[in-house]
Every structure is written in C-alpha cells, then in structure tokens.
C-alpha cells in the first residue's frame, strides 16, 4: 500500500460531493474519492488532481482501506435510498469509532433512524446540513453538523476550516444530537422558501404599484442591498432583474414561466411546523404560493373569469412608496425568522437537541443561501437572552418592526385593494397582529368547541376546565 492515509474521504462526486472534495484538498487535507460509477473520480482527478492530494479509489473497499483511522467518510449521494444503499456498503468495512458524515439533503428523522442504528455498531453518524450549493461546497459553505459531540471533536475542526467565514468567525458549529443538524438545515430551507416569497412580493407590488421595468426595480434592489436587507437573495434578484434575454430582448423575468418548483425541504418544514403546532406562517405561504403557481388548471379556470373589483394603485409618492415596500419587507422578513427560530426552539426542547439559536444565526451569516447582514442582529438578540421567548419581542426588532409597521400596513391594504396577492406579507402582518393582541377570537372558538364536541375551556377568572350543558339547561359544571 503506496498510498498515503488519507485524512478524509468522500464518496459521491457529483457537482455537491466533487466541490466539497476540491475544497478539502485545497485546504491542504489529503481526500479519498469514490463514486458509483468510476468516470467521475477519474475526472475530478484529470480537472483538479494539482489542487491537492487526492486518493482515488475504483472500489468501496479500497477507498476504505485508504482512509487513516478514526475513518472519515462524508456521503455525498442522491438523499433517500441511495443514501442508505452507501451507508449500507460501507458499514461492514469501517471499525468501531469510525465516523460516516451524511451531507446530502437527508430528511431529519431519517438522519436520526441512521444514527441509532449506527450507534448501535459502534460508529459515529454525523448527518449535516450543507447549504451555499455548488458554489458554497468549494469555496465555503454554512455547515450544519449534527451527531455526537464526541464525533465534533475530531471532524469539527476539518469541517470549520473549509466551511466559510464571517470576520474570521467560521459558518460551522455543533447543531446538537442526531437528527439535530439536518433538522436545522431543514428550517434554513424553509426560511429560504419565506425570503424568496416575500422579495418576489415586493417586486411584484413594485411593477404593479409604480409600473417600474425590471431594470428599475433592479435598482431599487441594489440600493436595498447597501442597507438593513443586504443579503445574497437581494443582491441576486437585481442581478436576475437585470438580466435581458437574448433571444427576445426582452427582461429575462418576464419570459421566464410562472410557476415555482420545490424539491421538498419546504414542504418538510411546514410539514413538521403542523406536528409541532407552531405558527411558521411566512414559510407556510411561500411553500403554498409555489403550490398556487402550479395549479395549472385552477389557474387557468379562475384567469379571466373571476372578478377583482379592484382599483388600480394610486402612488402620489413615488419614493415614499418603495421605502413603504422596503420597511413592509424587513418586518414580514423579520416575522419568518421569528417563526422559524420558534420552531427551531420547539424541536429542541421536544428531542432534547439544546440547540443554540444565536450561534445558528452566525452559522448563517455567510456560505449559505440566507446569508445576510442582519442575520448578527439575531445572534446579538439570543446573546442578550438565549430563552428569548419570541424574537419579534428583542428589543432591536420590536425598534426595528415597530419603525414599519405603519407603512407595512398601507402597504398590505394597497395591495388587497388593488387586487394584487401578497399571501407572505399579509399573513405575516395577521401574525404580528395576533401575537401582540391581549385578546384574540380564539375563545369563541372554545366556547364551540364545547357546543358540538364537550371539549371543555377554561375561564378568564378562575383556574379549572368547565363544560357547560349546552343542549340542557346551560349551566356551568366544573369539567
Ligand atoms: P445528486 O444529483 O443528488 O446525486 C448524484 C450522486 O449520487 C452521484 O454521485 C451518483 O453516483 C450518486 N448515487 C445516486 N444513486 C446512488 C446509489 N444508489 N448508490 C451510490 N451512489 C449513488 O448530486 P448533488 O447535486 O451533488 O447532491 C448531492 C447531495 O447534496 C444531495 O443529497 C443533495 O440534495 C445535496 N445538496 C445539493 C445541493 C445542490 O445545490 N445541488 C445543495 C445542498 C445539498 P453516479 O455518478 O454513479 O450516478
């Protein structure tokens, strides 16, 4: 065996698994490499073999043996079955305190059914969240390991160094147990899914509001992004606003098909927002509008034919305008975060994952795709108080929500008015409403409850549960 120990292997070389290689070369790590079907590790020697120390190996067996021990081995495959396929192969190789890191997109009860069954053969299974896609896997993604602490202390270092870097702090830290990491990246997706929703908003109420071109409202983008909304998704958007298609000359957003795709995370989030019962509203819009996008056949029965009775937008103040759209925007932004802290906090105290929000918000400040400037204003809110029950409720956010809450409600009434369909920014208003009312319908709701069901409520005035015999003589019993 000529062949150095390599420090860290990683099996699955597509465009993910190849970067995530390159990077750990470049960063001086010598990297085992295996693929599926072997034209792939030959190619990413054959392109990048002078970036580094690669270890290629044809088989899941030689790969193994060429990695030093405690092994390493990042799964960077297809999520799903073709991850458990992987993992299945190389098990039977590795040896006790081995460490198999699952960076794919793996759901998070999935990651923690591997863990266990890992753990139970004396290996360590890390399963982290990786976000920045091609891009951040080379140069330096946000990476959100999950797993044991015991596995951190030896992996952590390798993955910290690679990952991105915000004023020389690393986008890499302990998630917490098991399925902890993948949960994390999960809700980042979702928060992703609520941030893409709302620009698209604001654009939309920015054309339809002031008639602006797409070249114009990129620039609106690009003076957004030189304050409180910097952010990787703004500056993207003024760059795909200004984008003009060759083919017709027209802006590339206008011949682009209207109707959004997902690949599930959003989904997954709210999906688990319902089993925890945790109001991720913002997030839950955005997923349901890129459902409403592609309801093809409902769309096309409904265009044209239900009537808006509506009235065109009426902008006197061109420049108040888009601040109104700029401040409606923080605010509904800073309502999705809350709420995808909030589920963040839920999951943990539910699985025991003690996770650390702040630090989760300074993992996110660079590598991934909601990197933002304001993401140090929640890392600063949860240093103040890290059982801060409700971030809207930190004192810089109810500074900075409170600033706009005026203009996001002209905002969200111009748009209903003009028949123009805000689903994130509205339900991100009625949930800042509804979290700050004293009182709120949901004791008539009760009160119903008990009508048809003899569910029960409790009162305002003293403790205990009481039923009331609705369909007798109405009295009031102790429950
Ligand atoms: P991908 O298209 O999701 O998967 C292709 C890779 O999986 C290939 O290496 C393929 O091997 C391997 N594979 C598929 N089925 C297999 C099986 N049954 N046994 C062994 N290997 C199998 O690749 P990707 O886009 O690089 O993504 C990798 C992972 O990262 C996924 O979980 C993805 O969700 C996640 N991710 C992707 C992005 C992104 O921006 N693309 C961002 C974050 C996370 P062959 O070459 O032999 O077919």
Not at 95 to 122: C, M, Q, S, W, Y
Not at 217 to 241: C, H, M, Q
Not at 242 to 270: I, N, Y
Request: hydrophobic share 40%.
């Amino acid at each position: 065996m000529s062949a150095p120990a390599a420090q860290i292997g990683v099996t699955g070389l597509a465009v993910m698994g190849r970067n995530l290689a390159r990077n750990l070369a470049r960063h001086g790590y010598t990297v085992a490499v295996h693929n599926r079907s072997y034209a792939k590790t030959e190619s990413l020697v054959a392109d990048h073999g002078d970036e580094g120390t690669f270890v290629p190996s044809e088989s899941v067996e030689d790969f193994v043996a060429s990695l030093a021990r405690p092994r390493k081995v990042i799964v960077m495959v297809k999520a799903g079955g073709p991850t458990d396929a992987v993992i299945d192969e190389l098990v039977p190789l590795l040896d006790e305190g081995d460490i198999v890191i699952d960076a794919g997109n793996a759901h998070f009860p999935d990651t923690r059914r591997r863990e266990a069954a890992l753990k139970a053969k004396g290996l360590h299974f890390v399963g982290t969240g990786v976000s920045g896609g091609e891009e951040g896997a080379l140069n330096g993604p946000s990476i959100m390991p999950g797993g044991s602490r015991e596995s951190y202390e030896v992996l952590g270092p390798i993955l910290e160094d690679i990952s991105a870097k915000v004023d020389g702090t690393p986008c890499c830290t302990y998630v917490g147990p098991d399925g902890a990491g993948h949960f994390v990246k999960m809700v980042h997706n979702g928060i992703e899914y609520a941030d893409m929703q709302l620009i698209a908003e604001a654009y939309d109420l920015l054309k339809q509001g002031l008639g602006a071109s797409a070249a114009e409202i990129a620039d609106i983008f690009r003076t957004w992004n030189e304050g409180d909304l910097e952010s990787f998704l703004i500056e993207i958007t003024a760059e795909v606003l200004s984008q003009v298609d060759a083919e017709t000359g027209s802006a590339f957003v206008d011949v682009v098909l209207d109707q959004a795709e997902q690949k599930g995370t959003g989904r997954w989030t709210v999906q688990n927002g319902l089993d925890l019962g945790v109001p991720i509203t913002g997030i839950a819009e955005a997923t349901f509008a890129r459902a409403l996008s592609g309801s093809v056949p409902q769309r096309t029965a409904a265009v044209g034919t239900l009537p808006a009775h509506a009235q065109a937008f009426d902008v006197t103040d061109r420049e108040a305008f888009i601040e109104d759209v700029r401040l409606a925007l923080y605010a509904s932004k800073v309502v999705a975060y809350s709420q995808g802290f909030d589920q963040i906090a839920a999951a943990s105290a539910e699985n025991d994952w003690a996770i650390d929000r702040g630090a989760m918000a300074r993992i996110w400040r660079g590598g991934c795709i909601i990197r933002a400037r304001f993401l140090n204003r929640i890392t600063e809110a949860y240093e103040r108080d890290a059982d801060l029950p409700l971030l809207l409720a930190d004192e810089y956010f109810t500074g900075a929500v409170g600033n706009g809450v005026q203009a996001w409600r002209r905002v969200v009434s111009q748009a209903a008015l003009a028949g123009v369909p805000t689903p994130a920014f509205s339900s991100s208003l009625a949930y800042y409403d509804g979290v700050r009312a004293e009182r709120l319908p949901a004791s008539l709701i009760q009160a119903q409850r008990d009508f048809f069901g003899a569910h029960t409520y409790r009162r305002t005035d003293k403790d205990g549960t009481f039923h009331t015999d609705w369909s007798g003589d109405r009295t009031e019993q102790p429950a």
